[in-house]
């Protein structure tokens, strides 16, 4: 079974620039996450869809970062225009629906997009 | 706002001494906690967790304790490896909510 994919997996673009991250998340898992840590810092969450519907957004740093679920399957993360503190790992997790609470070994975390603003 | 922190951002340790990791936490709320691992160039990867009703938890060759009283949760480590080698993150998290709050990393490092 595949685990959650993300792509790209670097990217460096300049300031201004957009630039769209994506998550396949495990085939089953109606839950999706965004997290990322920028400057060193902890790993801060983004957002939480269930199948598409966003359920926590709370996380999203502002009006530049765009996160979209259409079909409850993959999703994308649009940054723009990115800035140079943006600079960071952007992570996908995935979950299933049926487990109650969040009992951590069922999230599963993809590698990370590592991106990079100049 | 609350968070979950980490008293020691780099811990070196010699293969095959036992590692403690530890992290403070100050979200009284919270009732569930989790070590990750995360080694480089990957997402972090499950250890161990502890909910709050226990002070104590056992893996392979992981213990993670919970202290309530005064917020503090350790990773202990035995007999170290060299593929050890990684950054440790706690986490906590509540019933109430899918998010999970994360300290901010240690760095464990095993010389051989």
Redesign the interface.
């Given at each position: 079974e595949a685990g959650?994919t993300q792509f790209p997996s670097h990217s460096v673009i300049e300031k201004g620039q957009t630039v769209t991250l994506r998550c396949d998340p495990i085939s089953g898992h109606d839950?999706l996450?965004w997290?990322r840590r920028v400057m060193g810092?902890?790993?801060?969450?983004l957002l939480?869809f269930v199948k598409e519907s966003k359920?926590?957004e709370?996380?999203m740093p502002n009006n530049r970062f765009l996160a979209e679920r259409t079909g409850g399957t993959y999703s994308t993360l649009k940054v723009q225009p990115a800035e140079l503190e943006d600079s960071g790992v952007y992570?996908c997790?995935s979950s299933k629906s049926d487990e109650?609470?969040?009992?951590?070994?069922t999230?599963y975390?993809?590698?990370?997009s590592w991106l990079t603003v100049v | 706002g609350e968070?979950?922190g980490l008293h020691l951002p780099t811990l070196s340790v010699q293969e095959g001494d036992n590692s403690i990791i530890n992290c403070a936490y100050s979200n009284s709320a919270s009732d569930?906690f989790?070590w990750?691992k995360q080694e480089s160039?990957?997402?972090?990867?499950?250890i161990i967790?502890i909910r709050s009703n226990m002070d104590k938890r056992q893996g392979q060759r992981v213990t993670v304790l919970l202290n309530k009283t005064v917020k503090h949760l350790s990773l202990q480590i035995a007999a170290t490896q060299p593929g050890d080698s990684a950054v440790y993150?706690c986490?906590e998290?509540s019933?109430s909510?899918?998010?999970?709050?994360?300290?901010?990393?240690t760095r464990l490092l095993v010389r051989p």
């Amino acid at each position: 079974e595949a685990g959650v994919t993300q792509f790209p997996s670097h990217s460096v673009i300049e300031k201004g620039q957009t630039v769209t991250l994506r998550c396949d998340p495990i085939s089953g898992h109606d839950n999706l996450y965004w997290y990322r840590r920028v400057m060193g810092k902890e790993i801060k969450f983004l957002l939480h869809f269930v199948k598409e519907s966003k359920q926590d957004e709370s996380g999203m740093p502002n009006n530049r970062f765009l996160a979209e679920r259409t079909g409850g399957t993959y999703s994308t993360l649009k940054v723009q225009p990115a800035e140079l503190e943006d600079s960071g790992v952007y992570f996908c997790a995935s979950s299933k629906s049926d487990e109650g609470g969040v009992p951590g070994n069922t999230i599963y975390f993809g590698e990370g997009s590592w991106l990079t603003v100049v | 706002g609350e968070s979950v922190g980490l008293h020691l951002p780099t811990l070196s340790v010699q293969e095959g001494d036992n590692s403690i990791i530890n992290c403070a936490y100050s979200n009284s709320a919270s009732d569930y906690f989790i070590w990750y691992k995360q080694e480089s160039g990957k997402g972090p990867q499950f250890i161990i967790d502890i909910r709050s009703n226990m002070d104590k938890r056992q893996g392979q060759r992981v213990t993670v304790l919970l202290n309530k009283t005064v917020k503090h949760l350790s990773l202990q480590i035995a007999a170290t490896q060299p593929g050890d080698s990684a950054v440790y993150f706690c986490a906590e998290n509540s019933d109430s909510s899918y998010k999970l709050i994360f300290g901010s990393g240690t760095r464990l490092l095993v010389r051989p």
